[in-house]
């Protein structure tokens, strides 16, 4: 099943995560029994399996699920997709926005399956660099198109936060396949998103 509703939190899983959380919450020094707190380690169980749901759902299957014929052959392109992941080194987010553009070989996508995949992917812990790749590779494989380009612009919470504490960076990946190889056609996508 794709899309796994708020209901579905896995119970044993809540239940394990809430103990192990519970515990975290009092080796940083709080006391869980507080009012405010009482509640905090299901909460935080919850919203972590909410946030890493994308392991339990297979993109292909949301692609595959609208994909039709048609012989429109210009540029698609969905942009300012609005992303928040979690960096894999600290668990902490990474947010920002993706644009996507492909050039159909036959067959488009529903548009709204292309945001879904970008959630599915997103939410897992991730590197930016490896996010970029998955969708690329996800749209190129199951659509087959005669191109596909993936632009990712986001700020790192890790880098914000903590760490070298730079407010304002922000970290630009791409990856282009098939037609957008050819540098006119990647100049245009560019162009269109305002790069
Ligand atoms: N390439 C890449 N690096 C990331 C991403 N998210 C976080 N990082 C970096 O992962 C690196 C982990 O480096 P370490 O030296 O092991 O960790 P650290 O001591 O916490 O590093 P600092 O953040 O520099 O304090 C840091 O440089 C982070 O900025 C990402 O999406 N892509
Ligand atoms: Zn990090």
Redesign the pocket.
């Known amino acids: 099943m794709p899309y796994k509703k708020l209901e579905e939190y896995n119970i044993q899983v809540t239940d394990d995560v809430k103990e192990r959380y519970k515990n975290i919450i009092e080796d940083l020094g709080e006391n869980t029994e507080r009012d405010g707190l009482v509640k905090t380690p299901e909460r935080a169980a919850k919203a972590m399996q909410f946030l890493t749901q994308g392991y339990h759902q297979d993109p292909v299957e949301i692609l595959e699920s609208a994909m039709f014929k048609e012989s429109y052959n210009e540029m698609v392109i969905v942009k300012d997709i609005e992303l928040y992941s979690l ?4 668990i902490l987010p ?1 947010f920002g926005k993706v644009h996507i553009a492909y050039i159909p070989d036959g067959q488009i996508v529903g548009l709204s399956k292309l945001p879904r995949i970008v959630d599915v992917f997103a939410r897992r812990l ?6 970029t790749e998955q969708i690329l590779d996800c749209i190129n494989d199951t659509l087959k198109p005669q191109g596909v380009a993936v632009v990712i612009e ?1 700020s ?1 919470m ?2 914000m936060m ?3 504490q730079k407010q304002n960076s922000i ?1 630009t990946t791409s990856g282009f396949r098939g037609q957008f190889e050819k540098i006119e056609t990647r100049n245009e996508f560019l162009k269109l998103i305002g790069k």
């Open positions: 960096c894999e080194h600290h990474f991730q590197v930016q660099e490896r996010l986001a790192h890790c880098m903590r760490g070298v970290t």
